[in-house]
């Protein structure tokens, strides 16, 4: 196992019109389990692919444990790669693929087969494993080249690539505990692939969100969800994501068409975003600071809890409220934007948050 560590990795695939990976510093840090998360087309799989060697970068080094191996081929990183599709020898036995990186790598048998049968049984393959590849299912034959990808134990990391996307979704769930079960025994350094928010949070400890090639926030599922350092991150995680309010920050007061709303410290003047998870916007009858009157929209009854649609001048705003709390569209409301929980926002990135308004600092 090795620190994993990119130094102004950039990839492009046109000669330098756009940025695939744009250039990024970053180290994968041994024996985590992390999750690399984003939008199709942001790049994940560029980033896995230079970690892996099946890519050179265009810019940057590539460090494991602090040996440059950006020009080694991927047979000489110690890495194994699981892709988005099954990729196994067909006519082998499931045994025979399980016990194939073991084997080319001169294991002694015995261990071969304890390795196997440790990985077989984790991923409920013993059924199987005298069958030839080539008859399972894809779903199935996806788990052996999971197996294959996590049975040798002394591997640099496993790189996983959207690996359960041909998996039926009810086998995803369990598959993804067997999954972190494997690492806690392990303790391989995972990267796991993935644009499903879910799918992130539950089996990474960090998680790593990316965006048009570039890393905009990594940190634990509750720092992401919390505190999020990025509008982007805002958006991508949480259902429904991060509100976003346009406003204007002057004389330390922010004002969101011409109303004030809360007060933003020390941030020079000028337009910014509020930005509010709807799980933290109160609603009620009183005015609170800070906060906004708002006129409520609609309600989505979703049954362990309400959304409530308002708006704050013309700007749409979400909050989660308790099933059944009472809201009418049409009805007035006060909505409270917690102090510690509504961050304010320039060029998408956080940059302090929204305070109360002191008494008649409302001007
Ligand atoms: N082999 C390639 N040649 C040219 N462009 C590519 C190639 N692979 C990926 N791209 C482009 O690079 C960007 C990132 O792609 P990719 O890393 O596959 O993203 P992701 O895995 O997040 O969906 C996309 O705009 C994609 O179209
Ligand atoms: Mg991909």
Redo the contacts with the bound molecule.
Sequence with gaps: MADIRLEGVGHS??GGR?W??RPTTWTWRSGRAYALL????????????IISGLLTPTEGRVLFDGRDVTGVPTAGRNIAQVFQFPVLYEEMSVYDNLAFPLRNRRHPKKDVDRRVREVSRLLGLDPVLGRRSRRLDPGRQQIVCLGRGLVRPEVAAVLL??PLTVVDPALKWTLRSKLKEIHRDTGHTLIY?T?DQTEALTFADEVVV?NE?AIVQAGEPAELFLSPAHEFVGHFIGSPGMNVLPAELAGGVVRVGGTAVGAGGELPEGPVRIGVRPEFVAVGGAPASPGAPARVTGVDRMGAYDLVHAVVGDHPVIARTEAGAGYAPGEAAFLHFPADRTFLFRDQVRCGSLAPLSEGGAG
Excluded: F, I, Q, R
């Design positions: 695939y046109d756009t695939a990976v984003g939008p199709s087309g942001c790049g994940k799989t560029t980033l896995l692919n690539d959207e692939v644009h990316v090639g």
